[in-house]
């Protein structure tokens, strides 16, 4: 089952249905405080790790943080590879990781990368896995988007976060995606928090701008964690959108899906667009109308995160 997160969880303070959560939202809290007291041991590698995880739950640009980082890596000539938690629902996301590098894939995340440590892979970059506490990984960033942030501050159901924001308090990296939006207030948040952490920031460019005509007008659609985010980019890089649809995340697409939006596009007498991510869910369908956006990770501070990165591989 698709489910759209709740609008109300976005809001800039909380409203009257947060509140109402709120009780619930403090119990799921306790359990989580309760099961971390209980000794798990963590299992360590030899192959190194760096997780690529969020507190803000979906749309927070892990899979593009993961794929620069990785790179970022090759560059260096480190052999690094992907490590992904099998999920139905995330087989686009796999798609888009394998045609950029090696995928270790399974129902356990300590499998995959023991499958990666035995074919003797330098770096394993976890897309996801903040939350896994069976694993110690030797770098860990956390990822936000500028638009969403932290919603309205609170934790599942109440909001949108997977664990109190003052947690940052104990890791070392986050990475804001976005487009540099509310950036400096979001940092005096963050630096309020963890006056040490280090903090990176990265704006999606598009890749392929030269297959669209500017003086067309554009009905977008997308089904991801941050579909405000895409319309951002699109729109700041001068693609008249005559309309945007909205699916909830990982959205599985039905012939009668793709019907209306042809419809509505000839309606609007627009040319239709997606992400990259949506395309790959057509699979079956692959209509000659709908065609993608295909978007990079630009790094503010690369050499910062380089450095970053190349020096938890060889000190830990």
């Known amino acids: 089952m698709n489910l759209k997160k709740p609008k109300f969880w976005d809001y800039k303070k909380p409203n009257i249905y947060a509140y109402c959560l709120q009780p619930l939202a403090y119990i ?10 209980v000794k798990i041991k963590k299992q360590k590698f030899k192959i190194k790790t760096i997780c690529i995880g969020n507190i803000y739950i979906g749309g927070t640009g892990k899979t593009s943080l993961s794929i620069k980082i990785n790179e970022i890596l090759n560059s260096n000539n480190i052999r690094s590879c992907f490590i992904k938690k099998f999920y139905n629902s995330q087989i686009d996301e796999k798609k888009i990781l394998e045609k950029r590098g090696k995928v270790f894939s399974s129902f356990k995340r300590i499998d995959a990368i023991n499958q990666a440590e035995n074919e003797k892979f330098d770096v394993a970059i976890l897309d996801d896995g903040l939350q896994d506490h069976t694993l110690k990984c030797d770098i860990n960033f956390v990822c936000f988007n500028n638009l969403n942030w932290v919603g309205n501050g609170l934790t599942i159901p109440a909001g949108p976060l997977r664990e109190s924001i003052k947690n940052l308090k104990k890791y070392q990296h986050i ?126 501070d690369e050499k910062k995160l380089i450095n970053t990165i190349i020096k938890s591989n060889e000190t830990n």
Do not use: C, W
């Not at 799921?28 to 007291?37: D, T």
């Open 28 to 37: 799921l809290q306790i359990i989580n405080s309760v099961k971390l007291l």
């Open 175 to 300: 990475f804001i995606n976005g487009n540099n939006k509310y950036l400096s207030d979001i940092k005096k948040d963050i630096l309020k928090i963890n006056p040490n952490i280090n903090i990176h920031v990265g704006i999606y460019q598009p890749l392929n701008l030269h297959e669209f005509d500017k003086n067309d007008n554009y009905l977008a659609f997308s089904g991801i964690g941050n579909h405000e985010t895409f319309i951002s980019m699109i729109k700041e890089y001068g693609l008249n959108i005559s309309k945007d649809i909205e699916f909830p995340d990982h959205y599985e697409y039905t012939d009668r899906d793709i019907e209306q939006i042809i419809d509505q596009a000839n309606v609007l007498k627009s040319k239709i667009i997606t992400t990259e991510k949506d395309y790959l869910r057509l699979e079956n369908y692959k209509p000659k109308e709908i065609k993608f956006i295909k978007s990079t990770l630009k790094i503010i």
